[in-house]
């Protein structure tokens, strides 16, 4: 354990990401310092937030500068410690660090990983980590489902939106979801429980949701923007709500996108619109994460990892967030789990 693998951000993409916006280089690792950690990363979270982070754009993070690490977080495993209260073995949630094989944290800000029997270790970046978070105050902070009520999610079968989609089930409400594929429309009806799912690429969505919600829409969990959001603010019902947990479809733009078209409807409808960032949650997540665990071991709550295989592969495979071919959490694997 003498070097280590790190991706850095060598060029601000335009567009798509592209070969030599960023480079994997290896380097010699210095000396663990006082009461720091070294974490070999074992999955790397792949996020829309990532792209975000790679433009020099207005975010509610700076962006990572040319020629430095690239931002990132995942699970990973302790490998050496000089901070007695997180000893070797130890397995933590990265936060906010970088794209590397082995990340040295300072031991007092570890986020030490609860062992639960029989949860896999995937599930601390799905429903019991920041993706499930985001949906779980997304819609229940913002969105305030009750019984009834009409909850659209856009991009559902992502990490995002298949765990939306069932909360909102929980609580009682009629769940119709968009995603791109027959597969992904199967899996959210059969495994997710959705009521109803609708293939954007093959289907008319607005004749859809109205054959979908007969009742109009009560709750639209938008993470998707663009074309389909137009078609969905246009069957808002009256104090409709809209928590904007992104807009994916419009990060590789690079000749600025257009806002809805119909806006005036979230007048005309007195829609509560509310765009968050889940790093407002931070100090509520033992909350989240309490009702989360729940369900899961209840059987409530489904969830897949899209999991591709090795480091050198980290780049091309955050493109399969934007060309839709994942299904739920995507991760790309550095290294194997403990035994």
Known sequence: MTTNQIWYL???????????DLELVTEEMAPLGPDMIRVRTIYLSLDPTNRIWMSDMDGYLPPVPIDNPMRGGGIGIVEESNFDDVPVGTLINTGLSTWAMYNDIPGGMASVLPSIPGVPLTAYMGPLGATGMTAYFGLMDIGKPKEGDTLVVSAAAGAVGSMVGQIGKIHGCHVVG???????????????????????????????????????????????????????????????????????????????SPGPTNFANLLMRRTTLR?????????RFPEGAQAMAGWLMEGRIKFETDVVQGIENAPASLERLFTGANLGKLAVQFGPEPD
């Open 178 to 256: 968009i995603a791109g594929s027959d597969d992904k429309c199967k899996w959210l009806t059969e495994e997710a429980g959705f009521d109803a799912a609708i293939n954007y690429k093959t289907e008319d969505v607005g004749a859809a949701l109205d054959k979908r919600c007969p009742n109009g829409i009560d709750i639209n969990f938008e993470s998707v923007g663009g074309e389909i959001m137009d078609v969905v603010i246009a069957r808002l019902n009256d104090f409709s709500r809209m928590p904007l947990c992104g807009l994916i479809s419009t990060y590789n733009d690079t000749d600025g």
């Open 275 to 283: 765009g968050f960032i889940i790093l407002d949650y931070f100090d």
């Open 10 to 20: 060598r060029k601000r993409p335009v567009g798509k990401l592209a070969d030599g």
